[in-house]
């Protein structure tokens, strides 16, 4: 039985894709003596005809990649688009390397285990990018003999 135009008209009616249009299996004889807009809306009311639910786009699969993420993963080279410069901005490395360079500087000095003149030597190396680490400045403070010991 043909019910293409039935189908064409419910589908206008109940705002939705002739896909999404369903039509009783059990009734198809009341559909098909339905010609008019009007019986196909009376047809709608007595559930005959109804829209089928929307289909979404499954989620799960990007849950599993986020989940994935989370722990670490899926971020070898093959999945990167920026440089490395990009990811993690070299200033912001400058910056974590800078600041405790700076401030056990500034410590030193204020203790009186170095001098201002010397505090100001290694400042200036400092910012020029010859040490890469706390612990690199103290070691060349006492390769050189300006760090006093601490009264």
């Known amino acids: 039985m043909d019910l293409k135009n039935q189908r064409r008209i419910a589908a206008q009616i109940l705002g939705c894709g002739e896909g999404r249009v369903w039509i009783d299996p059990d009734r198809i004889e009341d559909v098909a003596d339905a010609i008019t807009r009007a019986d196909i809306r009376t047809a709608i009311e007595s559930g005959t005809i109804r829209a089928l639910p929307k289909k979404g786009v499954s989620r799960g699969r990007a849950r599993y990649h986020i989940a994935q993420k989370a722990k670490g993963r899926r ?8 440089t490395s410069g990009a990811r993690s901005p070299e200033k912001k490395r400058w910056i974590q390397t800078i600041r405790p360079i700076r401030s056990t500087l500034r410590d030193l000095r204020d203790q009186g285990q170095i001098t201002p003149a010397v505090y100001r030597d290694f400042y200036m190396k400092a910012k020029g990018g010859m040490f890469k680490s706390k612990a690199h400045v103290i070691s060349h ?11």
């Open 141 to 151: 403070l006492k390769t050189e003999g300006h760090l006093k010991e601490a009264n």
């Open 75 to 82: 971020r070898g080279i093959g999945s990167r688009k920026g």
